[in-house]
């Protein structure tokens, strides 16, 4: 049974006949009746009593007849939900994002693509890298905001930015008055960072480590404005972002560079390997580029 011979089968008793169902699907009359019978035939029932001159269903029939209106109703659908997906008409993109990366750069982007493209809803998803690419791998988000992590196999990268991260300073920190620093700058300084959940977290001690000492962390929180407020409170220095210095309304915080490459927050999409990706998800990708670029 296929659904050729659904629709056929509904058009005959729809029209009440051969004749007039033959005419509006454009066959001939004898072409409709044999692929009836071959419904029947695959069935193995009758669904056409043929004792009388007008149309009229067995109970088989009248079963076939209900639930073939069904199956082509769904069939319907699902090509217009698709022809709406391929169109950017509707559809849904589920994304896991951080939280110093989506205040930073994706806010006023998810606004501009919600505003070009108001009938794909977006879901946000916000958590630390690790457990983004988590929920990615597991199917939970179509696409994570992150950081390159260690090498995974089942993900793709696809670059978006690279963010400096620099030093957070009170304005009457001894180090305020530098142009630049170096790590050996750092070494008896206290530290506000995020906690260990997010990866600029790692990035920072690792370098600290290949440089020979262990960070003096005297809080941690995972929430940036926070830290930089107890920076400006002068509780200690911070190795974040450059962006963030954008969004800052304090008037006693100054950015220090950092004389180290490998400091530095690079903003990517990750998506798994070999899973197609839907037109709204390649169309938020290809604007977020064109964005940011």
Not at 201 to 206: A, D, E
Not at 214 to 236: R, T
């Given at each position: 049974?296929?659904?050729?011979?659904?629709?056929?089968?509904?058009?005959?008793?729809?029209?009440?006949?051969?004749?007039?169902?033959?005419?509006?699907?454009?066959?001939?009359?004898?072409?409709?009746?044999?692929?009836?019978?071959?419904?029947?035939?695959?069935?193995?029932?009758?669904?056409?009593?043929?004792?009388?001159?007008?149309?009229?269903?067995?109970?088989?029939?009248?079963?076939?007849?209900?639930?073939?209106?069904?199956?082509?109703?769904?069939?319907?659908?699902?090509?217009?939900?698709?022809?709406?997906?391929?169109?950017l008409k509707q559809g849904h993109i589920n994304i896991g994002i951080p939280p110093i990366t989506g205040t930073l750069y994706f806010s006023k982007i998810i606004?501009?693509?919600?505003?070009?493209?108001?009938?794909?809803?977006?879901?946000?998803?916000?958590?630390?890298?690790?457990?983004?690419?988590?929920?990615?791998?597991?199917?939970?988000?179509?696409?994570?905001?992150?950081?390159?992590?260690?090498?995974?196999?089942?993900?793709?990268?696809?670059?978006?930015?690279?963010?400096?991260?620099?030093?957070?300073?009170?304005?009457?920190?001894?180090?305020?008055?530098?142009?630049?620093?170096?790590?050996?700058?750092?070494?008896?300084?206290?530290?506000?960072?995020?906690?260990?959940?997010?990866?600029?977290?790692?990035?920072?001690?690792?370098?600290?480590?290949?440089?020979?000492?262990?960070?003096?962390?005297?809080?941690?929180?995972?929430?940036?404005?926070?830290?930089?407020?107890?920076?400006?409170?002068?509780?200690?220095?911070?190795?974040?972002?450059?962006?963030?210095?954008?969004?800052?309304?304090?008037?006693?915080?100054?950015?220090?560079?950092?004389?180290?490459?490998?400091?530095?927050?690079?903003?990517?999409?990750?998506?798994?390997?070999?899973?197609?990706?839907?037109?709204?998800?390649?169309?938020?990708?290809?604007?977020?580029?064109?964005?940011?670029?």
């Amino acid at each position: 049974m296929d659904i050729r011979q659904l629709k056929y089968f509904i058009a005959v008793v729809q029209n009440q006949g051969y004749s007039r169902a033959a005419e509006a699907l454009y066959l001939s009359q004898s072409t409709l009746s044999k692929v009836v019978k071959n419904l029947e035939d695959e069935l193995n029932t009758t669904l056409i009593d043929r004792s009388n001159h007008k149309i009229e269903l067995t109970e088989s029939g009248k079963v076939v007849y209900q639930q073939g209106l069904q199956i082509i109703h769904s069939m319907e659908n699902i090509s217009n939900q698709l022809f709406g997906i391929e169109n950017l008409k509707q559809g849904h993109i589920n994304i896991g994002i951080p939280p110093i990366t989506g205040t930073l750069y994706f806010s006023k982007i998810i606004k501009d693509f919600t505003y070009l493209y108001p009938n794909i809803k977006i879901n946000v998803t916000e958590s630390g890298a690790h457990k983004i690419k988590d929920k990615l791998l597991d199917g939970e988000i179509d696409v994570a905001i992150s950081m390159e992590l260690s090498k995974e196999a089942n993900l793709e990268v696809i670059p978006l930015i690279k963010d400096p991260l620099v030093l957070y300073v009170n304005r009457h920190h001894p180090l305020a008055e530098k142009e630049s620093i170096e790590m050996d700058d750092l070494k008896a300084q206290s530290f506000i960072t995020l906690n260990s959940d997010f990866e600029l977290r790692k990035v920072f001690t690792y370098e600290c480590y290949k440089h020979d000492f262990i960070p003096n962390i005297v809080f941690e929180s995972a929430q940036w404005d926070f830290i930089l407020k107890m920076v400006d409170e002068q509780l200690g220095v911070a190795v974040m972002p450059y962006s963030l210095y954008n969004l800052l309304n304090f008037d006693n915080i100054k950015t220090i560079p950092i004389n180290n490459d490998a400091l530095e927050m690079d903003v990517n999409f990750l998506v798994k390997k070999q899973k197609p990706i839907s037109t709204p998800l390649a169309t938020f990708i290809d604007f977020t580029k064109n964005t940011i670029e």
